[in-house]
């Protein structure tokens, strides 16, 4: 027995195959064409399981992932491979339509082949997991109740638009041919191996580097936080019994406005790492341009898979967001490594 991961050296994949090997020893075939956000050194630890089978290649090849379909016979798809940086998607949307839109086409094209000439019991047992993003729905009002799974899709980045597209071709796919597909929309995750172009370890990337800590516009938008080991929590539990065709909201119930969330990094960084000038890391807080077209709030409702599946969070976001800094005060290696090369070039793009 096999599954098949796309995507699975960036972030969440990442945690999410370190994490299937603590519970499991079913086969991970690893698909990822390592873009930049793509680190097999989040891996390392499994450089001696026979069970990690890691394919450089790109989820829009449909005659490699053909090949592999028919060479592994996975029992199921996990599709996490993406662009997945809204800014990177406003400086340059294009990346994001040839993989999170075009790619997702192949996959799902080459998977319905696979699919289809599968024994009946096969088919039955199959899954189509797609991971995706509450930022389909757009942006909530204030007072608005948190985005359930009946939310209109009101994408507002090119990120978000594609991601929204992916989505609904997955959708289609069981409409159409009945492919068995489940979809999940989690809220913003954060934790190890997070690459340090995002919030929360640019923060602390920079806080332990002296730079400025940049905060867009009035730093008053709001991100619903959930601890990236729980969203690998709730992927397992839908893949093992979500029902065909549905999708499943993921979410930790923590709201915090940005403004709080770097008042909290500096806060725990004050406490677990002085600064050797005796200030706080705070000073470091630097207001610049607004992110075009931003969101002001996400927030998700978690309600349908904690009812139908039994999932809940294991981490509030004050112990997560403790452990998350002192991870990567306990990583300087891998923090340096990702931050050199590419990463520069972008920062630079970014912030100056
Ligand atoms: P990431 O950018 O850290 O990782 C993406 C991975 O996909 C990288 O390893 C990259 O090399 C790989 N990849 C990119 N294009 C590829 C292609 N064409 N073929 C094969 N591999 C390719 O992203 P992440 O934060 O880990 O997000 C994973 C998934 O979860 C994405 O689909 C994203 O939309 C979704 N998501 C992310 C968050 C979040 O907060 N990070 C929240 C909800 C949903
Ligand atoms: O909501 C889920 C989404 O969360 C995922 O689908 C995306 O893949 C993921 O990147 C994330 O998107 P965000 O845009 O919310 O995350 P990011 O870390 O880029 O930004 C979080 C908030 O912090 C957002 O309001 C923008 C703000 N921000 C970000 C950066 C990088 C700053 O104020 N300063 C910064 O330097």
Known sequence: ??????????????????????????????LDNLTYAGNLANLSGLKDNPGHVFIRGDIGDVALIASLLEKYRPRAILNFAAESHVDRSIHGPEDFIQ???????????????????????????????????????GSLEKDAPAFNEEHRYEPNSPYSASKAASDHLVRAYHHTYGLPVLTTNCSNN???????????PLIIHNALSGRALPIYGDGQQIRDWLYVKDHCSAIRRVLEDGRLGETY??????????????????????????????????TQITYVKDRPGHDRRYAIDASKLERELGWKPA????????KTVQWYLDHHDWVASVTSGNYRNWVEQQYT
């Open 1 to 30: 027995m096999s599954i098949l991961v796309t995507g699975g050296a960036g972030f969440i994949g990442s945690n999410f195959v370190l994490d299937w090997f603590a519970q499991s020893q079913e086969t991970v075939i690893n």
């Open 315 to 322: 981490e509030t976001f004050e112990t997560g967001i403790r």
């Open 190 to 200: 954060y934790g190890p191996y997070h690459f340090p172009e995002k919030l929360i």
């Open 249 to 282: 909201n993921v979410g930790g119930w923590n709201e915090k406005a940005n403004l709080e969330v770097v008042h909290t990094l500096c806060d725990i960084l004050d406490e677990l790492q002085p600064r050797s000038d005796g200030q706080l890391y705070k």
């Open 99 to 137: 993989t999170n839109i075009v790619g997702t086409f192949h996959l799902l094209e080459a998977t319905r082949a696979y699919w289809s000439a599968l024994t009946e019991v096969e088919k039955a047992a199959f899954r189509f997991l797609h991971v995706s993003t509450d930022e389909v729905y």
